[in-house]
Every structure is written in C-alpha cells, then in structure tokens.
C-alpha cells in the first residue's frame, strides 16, 4: 500500500502539479514563447459569427470550446438551461483541497458590417496607425519578424471576451509544456448569453449549485483601468432595464391639421424623462441615492485610483460631466438612470409632418450593493404618478384613453444585482500577490467597475468571493464597431493568467 501511494504521487509531481513559482524572468520567457500560438488560437474563434440572437451560432462556438477542452484533457459538459446551455469544464488536481472558478462569456454583440474598416468583422486584421493617424491593415506575417505592441487585432470580439478566453488557453498550454501546473483545481464556467443579459444565468446557477462548487470565482472579463497597468476590480455594477411608452392619438395624424390640438407623446415622454434628472445630471427622484455613504478608508481606496479626469474627459469628447460623484470613480459607487434609446415615428429622409401615435424609451439602470432595483422601481413609479402619468402594463384600451389624460405603459426588468469583494479580503492579498510576481508592480484595485457582469448569483448562491482580472485596453472599442485587442494586453493578458495560475493557493 504504502508503494502504490509513492508510485501515485511520483506520478502526480511529473504530471506539474508541485510547483515553485515562477519569476517575472520565466513568465515573461513563456509568454515570448506563446503568445503568437496564442494569437493563433484568438483568429480561429473570433471567426465564428457569436450573436446570442441566433441560437445556430451559439452552438458552433460551444462545439469549438468542447473541442478545446477535450484536447486538453479537461472534462467538460453542458449545462441545460431550458435556452441556450452553459458550458461548464473541469481540470482536477487530485492533491488539491480548493478550486477556483473562472468565468468567461463566448457570445458578443450584433454586427453591422457596413460600420466595420475592413472586409469581415468575423475575420480577424492585424492594424498599425500609419502617418495620419488611422488604423491600416498589415499583413499577420510582419509578425514573424517584428513586434510593436501597439499593434492590434480588429474582429468583433476579440476583447470581449473571446480574447481572454484565448489567453486561458494559451497559458495553460504554456503551464503543461512546463509541466507546472496550478496547486488547485479549476472550473470554468463558459456563458453564451452574457450580451443578451445572461436571462438563464441565476436560475441555473441555483439548479447546478453543486456541480459550481468552489472557494473563489475570478472573472476575466473587461478592461484593464485607462492607465492600462494590470488592474483588480473587486465588483461590477449590477443591471436592470426600463421600457416607458407614452400615448398620443390611436394613429399618427397630419400635424398641420391636429398640431396643437393632439398631444404629442414625443413631448410627453421628454418631458417626463427629463423631469427625473436635474440640470447637473444627477437623478430628482427623491430616494434615489439613499444607502451610500463613504467612509474615510473607502475615500482613500477611490482616490488611490490613477485617474486622470481630464484625459478621460478628452477621450469622451465631453467638456463636462455630471455631478452624481466628484470623480469619476466615485461617480460608478452610485446606481445610474440611463435612457438607452428613444423612438417616436420616423426621421431623416422618411421624416413626416405627423402627430406622432407613440413615443418609447428605454432606460438601463446600473446597480451598486446599496441600491435595491425594487426599491428603485417603486421610487421611479411614484415619481412618474407624481407628475400626472396613469401607469399601465399593457396597451390603452378605447376606455382609458378617454378616462386618464396622461398614460404611459411601464415594463422592467431586473437581470442581475451587484457584487463587491473586500479589497483587504484573502482573495485580494492572493490575487496581489500573484501580479506584483508578474510585473513587479502592485495592480491598480478598482472597488467597483462601472460596467455589468452577471457574477451576483455565483456570490449569492455559492458564498464566495469573487474578483475580476481586466486585461484588454480600455479603449477596445467594445460593443462597437472596430473591436479591438492591442498586442501589448494580450501578451500581458497571458502573462496575467500564468501568474494565477502559479500562484500557490494551498
């Protein structure tokens, strides 16, 4: 007996899983090694077209990271949803007694072609800037013998979040040729939703709880801060949606001949969405803010953040900003009221001189831990009440056109809630510990992002921590046309995972 387990962990220490941990020096040897394999690997799955709309792409895109995964050894399954599935992988180290979970999401935002400055948005370009300023397309070859890492790659996706993806991948091939691999287990959680507000998420995270189990959830998903040093956020603003519609006459009429006469839903609404703001961008709605205080330590973690507010400004093109937060970060710690897009009969070339029938707006509103989205719904609802409005969930009938002067549908949604980790936690303190070994600096820690990712029913549902691992340039383009990944942050991006992933957590 005591032969067999000697011959076992003979076998395990071959297999990589007794580790020292590398130095900057070795990291940055295995990246220089990887990275164009890696690059490889980024062309071949942006090229598979990943609008959750259609669920057809989606299962070309799972059926490639299966293929991914059993080529590494690592188990994987689907897990049903009722929609399109999740797909959950495993790589145990059988001497371990914890395991992190990586999320990542395969799926990215519509395309519009005729907006992209290349061929095929799903067909990955390699870009330099040329004298004027714009980004050229050169050949992949150059990279055989050159290497700017300003460079970039330009397909839909290639930041979020298939290019972090990419880099998991590359890493792990790295760690296994090195036959180092991680002191814990790992699964990987991969959503094919994300873009479309992960509907199915929560619930099935409820219904495969066990099969999530873990000590730590690390989300590779998002920009790195404007700086672009390595970054940590610790949370993400949570989101939920708003759709308010307003009623004018029951078709559009000829303005010429009812203008003044027929109210128009189109100044109903701007009127009503106006009244919830005031002149310095901060929402009226009495209520709205309540919950969020600073404490001085909290202050100082916000000012601790590099930001240059008038660079920023400079890159929006705006010569002001709201007044929600004195700074920018402080200004992501309060929950948001955005109107997303408004619609009301047709302009432009199909312009007519109507009385318009409806007028539609939809709103997102960004949550932070403090702000319940039911509890905002309520606020917004009352304040709507106050200004006149009789509030429906359905379309006027002939009744209460004639019954109520002011009408607007109401619909919303909430997707998913906040999360925030305590920066002081272990999570941090190991995560800070792995990137100082990695570049020799401390990372830039964001208490919260501004943007959403659907990581509350994981924290919620399997009580743990949870932290994300920005790599890619803040400025990536993504959710818009030309969608990029700058060469610098992919080869740093592997270089950020191989650190993690060495990083002893035993």
Request: proline letters at 7%.
């Amino acid at each position: 007996m005591k032969k067999l387990i000697f011959l076992l962990l003979i076998s395990f220490s071959t297999l990589g899983y007794s580790q020292t941990q590398p130095t900057k020096a070795v990291l940055e040897s295995w990246t220089d090694d990887y990275w164009q394999h890696g690059l490889n690997l980024l062309t071949e799955i942006v090229q598979m077209p990943n609008d959750a709309v259609y669920p057809e792409q989606i299962e070309t895109n799972i059926q490639w990271c299966e293929t991914q995964f059993s080529e590494r050894n690592w188990s994987h399954e689907r897990l049903e949803t009722g929609g399109i599935p999740i797909l959950l992988a495993h790589k145990e180290n059988p001497t371990a007694n914890k395991t992190i979970l990586f999320y990542f999401h395969i799926d990215g935002q519509a395309v519009d072609k005729s907006k992209w400055n290349q061929p095929d948005p799903y067909q990955a370009v390699l870009k330099e800037r040329n004298s004027n300023g714009d980004w050229a397309i050169i050949d992949f070859d150059r990279l055989k013998n050159e290497y700017n890492p300003d460079w970039r790659i330009f397909a839909r996706s290639t930041s979020d979040d298939k290019g972090p993806f990419a880099m998991f991948l590359t890493a792990w091939d790295a760690l296994v040729d090195n036959k180092s691999l991680p002191d814990y287990s790992i699964k990987i959680i991969l959503d094919f939703e994300e873009e479309q507000g992960s509907p199915r998420l929560p619930k099935a995270v409820l219904d495969y709880k066990d099969k999530l189990a873990a000590d730590l959830m690390l989300i590779m998903d998002g920009p790195r801060h404007i700086s672009n040093l390595p970054t940590l956020s610790y949370g993400a603003r949570g989101i939920s949606e708003m759709t308010l519609t307003t009623y004018g006459p029951k078709l559009p009429q000829h303005s010429g001949h009812f203008g003044n006469y027929a109210p128009n839903p189109a100044f109903l609404l701007s009127q009503l969405l106006a009244s919830m703001k005031d002149e310095n961008g901060r929402v009226s709605i009495p209520g709205y803010y309540d919950g969020i205080q600073f404490s001085e330590q909290e202050r100082k973690i916000l000012e601790a953040v590099p930001d240059d507010e008038a660079t920023i400004q400079s890159r929006l093109g705006i010569g002001r900003t709201d007044e929600v937060g004195k700074t920018y970060q402080e200004s992501i710690q309060y929950p948001s009221l955005n109107i997303r897009g408004m619609s009301s009969a047709w302009v432009g070339p199909e312009a007519r001189t109507i009385v318009p029938a409806t007028a539609l707006a939809e709103l997102d509103i960004r949550l932070v831990p403090e702000s319940d989205p039911k509890r905002l719904f309520s606020l917004i609802r009352k304040h709507i009440e106050d200004q006149g409005f009789h509030i429906l969930d359905h379309e006027p009938s002939d009744e209460e056109r004639m019954k109520y002067p002011k009408i607007v549908k109401m619909e919303s949604k909430i997707s998913y809630q906040a999360f925030r980790t305590p920066m002081d936690s272990p999570a941090g303190e190991w995560l800070r510990s792995a990137m100082y070994r990695a570049f020799e600096q401390n990372p830039v820690q964001i208490r919260i992002s501004g943007g959403s990712i659907p990581i509350s029913p994981f924290v919620d549902a399997l009580n743990i921590p949870a932290v994300t691992i920005p790599t890619v340039n803040s400025d990536n383009n993504q959710h818009s046309p030309n969608e990029n990944i700058r060469l610098g942050n992919y080869k740093e991006g592997i270089q950020t995972i191989l650190s993690v992933l060495t990083q002893p957590l035993q």
